[in-house]
């Protein structure tokens, strides 16, 4: 099966042994890794039970997920995607935009999509708009660029 990993830096796979895969119909499926193969930017995985290319299909479009004890840790300044999930987000006039509720990319920067009730903005995560995370204190400050808000 071949997959499109989250990070930016494959290598973080290359030691995983087990991964948990979210099947279509919300139930969970746990595997171990036997093989595990670097193809460009994507990752090659042979799972021990998914022996056919039928078997594989069955996970088309299916998320695969690893314990976070498996990923190395973040370095300094950068964060993992699902660390940011939740921060309150304010502006650095102490006014609060709302909770991080997801983050993608966008292939020049990511994007945080912040939520207040009903409003949503989009952020996009660079040195001239997010001031500082503090992911301890649950809070992300930003500097409101000219037409961003």
């Known amino acids: 099966m ?12 290359q030691h ?20 595990m193969r670097r193809v460009g930017e994507r990752i090659l995985l042979r799972l021990d039970g998914c022996v056919s290319r039928e078997t594989a299909q069955l996970l088309t479009g299916c ?10 840790p973040s370095p300094e300044g950068e964060f993992y995607w699902w660390d940011l999930e939740g921060l309150t987000v304010y502006t650095e006039n102490g006014e609060c935009l709302g909770q991080v509720e997801e983050f993608f990319p966008t292939g020049s920067n990511e994007v945080l999509v912040v939520r207040k009730g009903q409003q949503e903005t989009l952020l996009p995560f660079i040195k001239e708009v997010i001031l500082t995370v503090d992911a301890d204190q649950g809070i992300i400050q930003v500097r409101a660029i000219p037409g961003l808000l």
């Open 2 to 13: 071949l997959l499109q990993p989250y990070l930016n830096d494959v290598s973080c796979y």
């Open 63 to 72: 998320e695969i997920c690893v314990q976070r004890e498996a990923l190395p």
């Open 16 to 35: 995983l042994s087990k991964v948990t895969v979210s099947l279509a119909d919300g139930q969970f499926q746990r595997y171990q890794v036997t093989h």
